[in-house]
């Protein structure tokens, strides 16, 4: 993007429009002759699965909101409308329930990609912020779509989380009712989050173009964790990568197709087909599977403000990563320390998540605590300390070299990027 | 085969459970029983609704569960759908008809009723849901719309894989099942109090305040199914089933078509990938 275009217009008009707007040259630069790192494997495919994931996204629920009804009368009964008469409503809304679901299972593979090959050291800090402010906006933008249905657990998630402003000190409640449009969650409240989840999605896209800017820009990280240093360690973009990308987002549709067609519901909570009632609060109140390690992390903390404060911290701290982690080595291929404990806090993450869904009492809540604890341990001591005491394996020289030797060397040099 | 399945993995689910319910609380928790799996047409991959069962628990509905619940969001046209009990055009007609709905207002600003037409929804019970507390010990009748994906049979965690790989998706029919055909007396020792009824499959307590609704021989049924309560509890079940997931059998076989065509697009993708990087070490 930074350097100059070696894009040759074929057609007159191509040489008119590039004169004057040269997009075709940018295309051509960035997903054409791109030259990429020679040893990625599919983890890397994510990127282009999590942008595939938000265009489905923004297409089905620019259907869904020609049917729905923001207003707490009539949600729950446009959603059943869709559900039933309109054509195909049903595919796109289980698309859209289910498409939200796999986005996060996307989203989290590749932040978990990230860390494992340190993706988010110099020179890529900035990539790396980018994504943390991609993953907070998916936050916000789920949540909200989480309330449209206007079932049971909508509201009372609503009620649950625009509660935890009330916590700051002196604002909080006036923060509270200035959130709601009013004095409970009601009516102006689910118009204000259907506006909002409608907006959000864009600013996703927004940042995700800088994200994309930035990746173009520092170029990307591969498995050994070292810069790309002559063209022998690269492949253009296309085909290499993108046959690979496309691949890979089939898979995936596959999966999402399976999770939506044969298990619709499974994912979601079916007192969120009781329609929502503020006299009567469920037994449990439980937000989406994706929010249950935070939730967690919320409520393993005796103090409301603490709490909120934990939550909060618990997703703001990734952005302080690539300087918490002091190791210079990337990969954690060569970082025998690092690779257990990547590990452990993987393990660590999911149990947060499966005692998200527990009652917060007895054993629960202590392993709760101590996760919550250990959580936070990762990134504030255990990340810059090992990557001071541990001793990385040695670094290939190149990533041709280390291609190559495993590949015994016979194919090697046939294609080049040019 | 996904019952043989299910059981096969029972042991293993069941220490699992052991170990995963570890810290779990001693709180009395509900429902007191389990409910158990029931076989239905309509599961798996390739399940399909069984159309006359479908219009005998409708019958079931009609003539039992109407009294008291709504069905608001199923319009009569719906029962001619394909995919549902499929009732002929003319047998809607005449169904809607029997039906008196208030419409209005007419040219004079007066609501006025009406023989029910099939673009009608089914007329609730009660005008309002204080009128249906006040008819029913104070305890408003849920509509039953959705009534078979609002309701679960709690299941642990650790079914979860094998939920997964069944496709299994009528936790709502399982527990509408269990909780119709579970009414008993309450073991000696447990009291319930007055005006509910001691059920232990009951999600949210040892009795609800509704009465056991289905009795043998309450329903008459022409196609000569038996006239028990265990089969009225099946179909009705199945027919809500059918009201709460109205295009199952559409999706279900759009998903099929979807998945097929998906997995060769996938395979002839991976070829292309293969002979693209065929001349490249990576």
């Known amino acids: 993007m930074s350097a100059e275009s070696t894009y040759q217009p074929k057609s007159g008009f191509g040489r008119w429009m590039e004169a004057r707007l040269p997009i075709m040259g940018l295309v051509h630069d960035s997903f054409v002759v791109y030259p990429t790192p020679r040893n990625l494997n599919y983890l890397w495919a994510f990127g282009a699965i999590l942008t595939m994931m938000l265009v489905l996204q923004i297409l089905t629920g620019i259907v869904l909101a020609m049917h729905y009804i923001p207003d707490a009368a009539m949600a ?4 059943e409308h869709i559900m039933r008469d309109v054509n195909y409503g049903w595919l796109l809304r289980y698309l859209h329930a289910n498409g939200a679901s796999m986005f996060f299972v996307a989203v989290y593979i590749h932040m978990a990609r990230s860390m494992y090959y340190g993706s988010y050291k110099e020179p890529r800090e900035v990539l790396w912020i980018l994504g943390v402010i991609i993953f907070l906006l998916m936050i916000a933008t789920a949540f909200m779509g989480y309330v449209l249905p206007w079932g049971q657990m909508s509201f009372w998630a609503a009620t649950v989380i625009t509660n935890l402003f009330s916590a700051i000190p002196l604002f909080g409640e006036g923060i509270t009712t200035w959130l709601w449009g009013g004095f409970a969650v009601d009516s102006p409240t689910l118009n204000r989050f259907y506006s909002l989840h409608y907006l959000l999605p864009f600013m996703i896209v927004g940042v995700v173009v800088l994200h994309v800017w930035a990746l173009h820009v520092v170029g990307q990280n591969n498995p050994l964790g070292i810069e790309v240093r002559s063209k022998q360690d690269t492949v253009r973009f296309t085909p290499h990568a993108t046959v690979k990308d496309v ?3 089939v898979v995936f549709l596959v999966v999402l197709a399976w999770l939506m067609f044969y298990l619709p519901n499974f994912l979601g909570h079916p ?11 469920p037994a449990h ?3 989406e599977w994706y929010f249950l390690p935070f939730y967690a992390i919320l409520r393993a903390i005796p103090d409301k403000l603490m709490g909120v404060i934990a939550l909060f911290a618990s997703i703001g701290i990734l952005a302080f990563l690539p300087w918490l982690d002091t190791s210079r080595v990337r990969s954690a291929r060569f970082r025998p320390l690092y690779f257990w404990f990547f590990w452990i806090f993987m393990i660590v993450v999911v149990g947060l998540g499966y005692l998200g869904a527990q009652t ?46 495993s590949s015994g060397g016979e194919a090697g040099e046939a294609a080049p990027a040019e | 085969m996904h019952r043989r399945l299910r059981h096969g993995l029972s042991a293993a689910v069941l220490s699992a459970a052991v170990v995963f319910g570890a810290g779990a609380a001693v709180a009395a928790s509900y429902p007191l029983e389990r409910t158990e799996l029931q076989r239905w047409s309509f599961s798996g991959y390739f399940g399909r609704f069984d159309q006359a069962q479908l219009q005998r628990g409708f019958q079931v ?5 109407a009294s008291c619940h709504s069905l608001n969001f199923i319009a009569f046209r719906h029962l001619g759908n394909e995919g549902g009990p499929h009732f002929g055009e003319e047998e809607v007609k005449a169904l809607a008809a029997e039906y008196i709905v208030t419409d209005g207002p007419d040219e004079f600003g007066d609501l006025f009723e009406r023989d029910g037409k099939p673009f009608d929804t089914f007329p609730a019970p009660f005008p309002n849901d204080q009128a249906a507390a006040a008819a029913n010990g104070g305890a408003v009748p849920p509509d039953l719309s959705v009534m078979a994906k609002a309701r679960a049979a709690p299941r642990h965690i650790a079914w979860m894989p094998v939920d997964m790989l069944t496709a299994y ?13 579970g009414y008993e007396d309450p073991p000696p020792g447990t009291e319930v109090t007055d005006g509910t009824y001691y059920n232990p499959y009951f999600l949210a307590g040892k009795a609800l305040a509704m009465s056991a609704p289905l009795s043998d021989g309450i329903v008459t049924y022409d196609d000569g199914s038996p006239e028990t309560v265990d089969q009225y509890a099946r179909d009705v079940s199945a027919f809500l089933m059918w009201t709460a997931e109205p295009h199952l059998m559409e999706r279900k076989r759009i998903g099929f078509q979807v998945i097929v065509f998906l997995v060769v697009f996938a395979g002839l993708l991976y070829l292309t990938k293969k002979k693209v990087w065929a001349d490249t070490a990576h």
């Open chain 1, 247 to 249: 691949f890979a987002s």
């Open chain 1, 285 to 287: 109140i439980v937000p």
């Open chain 1, 76 to 79: 729950f009964a446009s959603i």
């Open chain 1, 360 to 405: 917060p009492e007895g054993g629960f809540l202590l392993a709760a605590r101590l996760l919550t604890a250990y959580y936070f341990a990762h990134f504030l001591i255990i990340l810059p300390i090992i990557g001071l005491i541990e001793r990385p394996r040695p670094l290939p020289s190149s990533i041709a070299e280390s291609v190559l030797a």
């Open chain 2, 169 to 181: 998706q009528e936790a709502g029919a399982d527990y509408l099942y269990a909780l119709l055909t």
């Open chain 1, 271 to 281: 007192d969120n087909y009781i329609p929502a009632n503020s006299l009567q609060t």
């Open chain 2, 61 to 65: 509905y009609r003539e039992v569960c």
